[in-house]
């Protein structure tokens, strides 16, 4: 879901006379991963114009010394440096390298500059960093990949982080959540510029969803923010998330906090990005998505073990986040797992072409699989943002499968 501003597009600075808004210059760091990287270079640095794809000009810019080392080791060479950045109408930073590592002081200057003379600046996922690092965020709405949310919000008081969106548009400055949502909103920006007809164009020349709907909800984990082991609000919300199935209200919380509401929502928000009733409903539809994947239970056990006052409060909240009622969630899960003893067809295809050679058939994970469950990464063909290292791949997101009541899709 996007968010776009018609006020804020209204107020957009005038271009300087020396920017073109076709001109597109792309921001790279030492570290930076090039999954991430690569995406505003195919969708502007590629002449699509045979397929109807209004071309653009790309300026590939180091933001630091090179050469530029990425994921695998690769080092790369940049043509231009920050003095391109100056005839650029557009200004991409892709992910960053670290959330906990300061982005260079020129290249935050060139950003500022780049601002001030009217161009459209643009964080791809962990990319927010840099611009709020900037000030570029400040007093405005943004999203990051749902993960590092929390870091943001905490660190940057002043932005109004919203981990559920998979891009938000504030007219010159524009963020999106992880990889996936990334190409959203290089789409997006295509859209804008040239029409929902070039946009479309592209999205079939990527094999991609021409616009997606929903946002992150789906895809928020249950686990706490990074940074809030230390925050006195720790043991809270680790008492929330241990006793989901018991049915207590944000006052609750509070009181455990020994704070007013107010207050507690006001640091419950700077810790977690999220308003903590918002939250709070979220974790309960997670649990629920986890008790109907793994459990027997009917959907009104499954409402009482989740905290849920009615079984008519948790079809309304899960409709909402995940576009399906729970009886027809569990339906479409089951349909898409193998029976028990009776093997994938998928995956004994892959065997019969290209047998696993020295490798256990339980830890086939290739590229036919993705992850399952509520807490799925983001870098799934419908996902928002990177991938979790670590974490086993399943066959709920086969290629070629029916779709999941709760996997959005473009309309």
Known sequence: MSQDSAAATEAVRKLSGRRRREVVAVLLFSGGPIFESSIPLSVFGIDRQDAG???YRLLVCGGEEGPLRTTGGLELTTPYGLEAISRAGTVVVPAWRSITSPPPAEALDALRRAHEEGARIVG????????????LLDGRPATTHWMYAPTLAKRYPSVHVDPRELFVDDGDVLTSAGTAAGIDLCLHIVRTDH?????????RRLVVPPRRSGGQE????RSL???IGSDPLAEV?????EHLHEQFDVETLAGRAYMSRRTFDRRFRSLTGSAPLQWLITQRVLQAQRLLETSDYSVDEVAGRCGFRSPVALRGHFRRQLGSSPAAYRAAYRARRPQ??????VATAID???????TPAGRRTGAMGAPSGPAVAASTAVGAGQPEHGKPASDAYATGRPTLPGQRSAP
């Open 237 to 241: 919300v680790a008492w929330a998330l």
């Open 195 to 203: 029409g929902t007809e070039a946009a479309g164009a592209l999205a």
């Open 53 to 55: 794809v209004p071309r």
């Open 340 to 345: 028990a003893g009776v093997p994938d067809p």
């Open 124 to 135: 791809l996922c962990t990319g927010a960093f840099v611009l709020a690092a900037a000030g």
């Open 225 to 227: 923010p990074e940074e």
């Open 218 to 221: 789906r895809y928020l984990d």
């Open 352 to 358: 019969t072409v290209v047998p696993a050679q020295g």
